[in-house]
Antibody, heavy 121, light 107 residues
Framework: DVQLVESGGDLVQPGGSLRLSCIASGFIFSNYGMAWVRQAPGKRPEWVSTIGESGNDPLYLDSVKGRFAISRDNSKDTLFLQMHSLRVEDTALYYC??????????????WGRGTLVTVSS | EIVLTQSPATLSLSPGERATLSCRASQSIDTQLAWYKQKPGQAPRLVIYDVSNRAAGIPARLSGSGSGTDFTLTISSLESEDFAVYYCQHRYSWPPTFGGGTTVEIK
């Protein structure tokens, strides 16, 4: 079974940094694009960032460009999200999500349980 | 950015009834639309992709239709596990965005 397990969420002050991790299992990690999707309490999900199978072509939501960096380590089946200059509006549950296939476009067929990022003074 | 508008916000129905959920896009997205179901305290789960393709393990009572700007998710006969929030999401351009959700609740 596909499993995605996120970690690294925490309470941080505005302007702070965090690094999220997502350990994948149950599929060939290096064959799939991956994404981070966040959801603030009571709000709709919001796509944050995507990375290709080999770590190429990262894409970002405009509001996080220059502050967040997505990366992956295929030797460890792990996805990362490095977050700097955090803002109150970045507060959300951050999900790691797997692309359905190489050609599916942004269709996310498996999601982790999420890790909570709270930005507050 | 493409905006997806879902209606109604809440649908109050009884088990066995038919549910019809709507998603409208601010511009044409061809057939590049997915639906997700989310229960409280859980992550979203893919139910339909590319308008009408059911994801693995999704029962046939859920079906999708539409193209261009207007899309529908239909649940032919509601069962207890179907009561949840449903989000539509497009993949037509960057960024992919989600609709505001429709809550299907027990009447």
């Amino acid at each position: 079974d596909v499993q995605l397990v996120e970690s690294g969420g925490d309470l941080v002050q505005p302007g702070g940094s965090l690094r999220l991790s997502c350990i994948a299992s149950g599929f060939i990690f290096s064959n799939y694009g991956m994404a981070w999707v966040r959801q603030a309490p009571g709000k709709r999900p919001e796509w944050v960032s995507t990375i290709g199978e080999s770590g190429n072509d990262p894409l970002y939501l405009d509001s996080v460009k220059g502050r967040f960096a997505i990366s992956r380590d295929n030797s460890k089946d792990t996805l990362f999200l490095q977050m700097h200059s955090l803002r109150v509006e970045d507060t959300a549950l951050y999900y790691c999500a797997k692309y359905r296939s190489l050609t599916s476009g942004s269709v996310f067929d498996h999601w982790g349980r999420g890790t909570l990022v709270t930005v507050s003074s | 950015e493409i905006v997806l508008t879902q209606s109604p916000a809440t649908l109050s129905l009884s088990p066995g009834e038919r549910a019809t959920l709507s998603c409208r896009a601010s511009q044409s997205i061809d057939t590049q639309l997915a639906w997700y179901k989310q229960k409280p305290g859980q992550a979203p789960r893919l139910v339909i992709y590319d308008v009408s393709n059911r994801a693995a393990g999704i029962p046939a009572r859920l079906s999708g239709s539409g193209s261009g700007t207007d899309f529908t998710l239909t649940i032919s006969s509601l069962e207890s596990e179907d009561f949840a929030v449903y989000y539509c999401q497009h993949r037509y351009s960057w960024p992919p965005t989600f609709g505001g959700g429709t809550t299907v609740e027990i009447k």
